[in-house]
Structures are given as C-alpha cells and as structure tokens.
C-alpha cells in the first residue's frame, strides 16, 4: 500500500522558512517523480515544485525541492514566506500514469 506522509507544516511569520518533509512508503522512490503542490482556500490546486528521479529540480520562486532516495523522502524548503503562501501543501509520487497523493500538511503565514 502506497503510503505518502507530509510533516513539517504549521506557522510561521512573514519572511520566515519551513521546511517541508514528505515520507514515501509502498512505492519504488526512485522510479517517481516527486512533487509539491499547493492548495489555498477558494483557489485550485497548484504545482510549486518538481523533482525528477535523476535529481532535476524545478520550482517557484523562492522554494526549493530535493530528495534523499535513500530515506524514501522528498523535501520543500520554503524561504521569505508570505501571506500568500498560506495553503494545505502536498506531496505527490507520480510515474506515466500513476500519481499518488499524501493528505497534506497546513503551512500559515501570519503576523
């Protein structure tokens, strides 16, 4: 069973940095693609951040994206938060036709 766990969430003022943890269990890590997404109330989903199984990172604007293949888990360091980046976050493991989803950790930014 295909086993996505996001932690690292919580708040945080403006300008500061979190690090978002995604744990992956039930899957083969280093055949997927990792990926962040986030979702604010009101507003779709959206991808904030890729990481392909060779390492070839994409992201937004100040977060950056890695894995350690060796403890199954893919990271999101968000740095200079603002207000705007108040969303659920979410890890995805996607491979051609399979995309699994973890629940999804809350990042709020917030004076």
């Known amino acids: 069973q295909v086993q996505l766990v996001e932690s690292g969430g919580g708040w945080v003022q403006p300008g500061g940095s979190l690090t978002l943890s995604c744990a992956a269990s039930?899957?083969?890590?280093?055949?997927?693609?990792m990926k962040w997404y986030r979702q604010a109330p009101g507003k779709e989903r959206e991808l904030v951040a890729s990481i392909s199984t060779g390492g070839t990172a994409n992201s937004v604007p100040r977060f950056f994206i890695s894995r350690d293949n060796a403890r199954n888990s893919a990271y999101l360091l968000m740095n200079s938060l603002k207000s705007e980046d108040t969303a659920k976050y979410y890890c995805s493991a996607e491979t051609g036709i399979l995309k699994y989803w973890g629940q999804g950790t809350q990042v709020t930014v917030s004076s």
């Open positions: 039930g899957l083969t890590f280093t055949s997927y693609v």
